[in-house]
């Protein structure tokens, strides 16, 4: 049977993979476009509007975000976090201070079911 995924995971999802499949777009634009043109700021900057690199990270941005509200509003009826309420809200709170904290939470709240 497929796993249920929420509307947050579903929209994290189909973020990542339009900003992977653009990434892909970009890294070809360069790589074409450096035979030819010195890579310059001004270049890089039309590339990644060209490609549609920068739309896909804001939106990569936003569905992380909301992803994580809801990692977060979906473990309160856990024992867990009533137990470790002051940490994992103060996890929560600091999320956008460590990358990696950030990514270990997205990864986890990909596997809440």
Known sequence: MKPMYSKAQLRYSKAKVNF???AKVMEKKIEDTRKTT???QEVME???METGFHDAYNDLV???NELIEWSHATIKH???YRDNRDAID???ENINNDPAVRAQVIEL???IR
Request: proline content about 0%; charged content about 35%; aromatic content about 4%.
């Open 20 to 22: 992977e499949n653009r």
């Open 38 to 40: 010195e890579i310059s």
């Open 46 to 48: 039309g590339l990644v």
């Open 62 to 64: 936003l569905a992380e």
């Open 78 to 80: 856990e024992k867990t």
């Open 90 to 92: 103060t996890m929560y």
């Open 109 to 111: 709240a990909m596997k």
